[in-house]
Nanobody
Framework: QVQLVESGGGLVQAGGSLSLSCAAS????????MAWYRQAGGKQRELVAH???????SYADSVKGRFTISRDNVKNTVYLEMNSVKPEDTGVYYC????????WGRGTQVTVSS
């Protein structure tokens, strides 16, 4: 069964922190780079961070130094630790492979208030 289930979003004040999780089915997770994407209202979905099977992360310039992506290869789960959040981090956050495959989960809403 193909599955991507994101969780952990919510409302947070600017400067605060959030921790996102994404449980993936093994068919999606195993052997693939995994990534977090986000989509703000009216904008295209953008890549936030991705991580290879050897746990080598890469980040968009806008989140570098504030966000940390990690993965648990036993639990088929990818995480995104968000620190020092800003209002422009607001959006729906999705996980997927990198590059993204056609199936997308529902995402989790992150709202940062100023």
């Amino acid at each position: 069964q193909v599955q991507l289930v994101e969780s952990g979003g919510g409302l947070v004040q600017a400067g605060g922190s959030l921790s996102l999780s994404c449980a993936a089915s093994e068919s999606i997770f195993a052997g693939n780079q995994m990534a977090w994407y986000r989509q703000a209202g009216g904008k295209q979905r953008e890549l936030v961070a991705h991580i290879g099977t050897g746990a080598w992360p890469s980040y968009a310039d806008s989140v570098k130094g504030r966000f940390t992506i990690s993965r648990d290869n036993v639990k088929n789960t990818v995480y995104l630790e968000m620190n020092s959040v800003k209002p422009e981090d607001t959006g729906v956050y999705y996980c997927n492979t990198h590059p993204g495959q056609s199936y997308w989960g529902r995402g989790t809403q992150v709202t940062v208030s100023s």
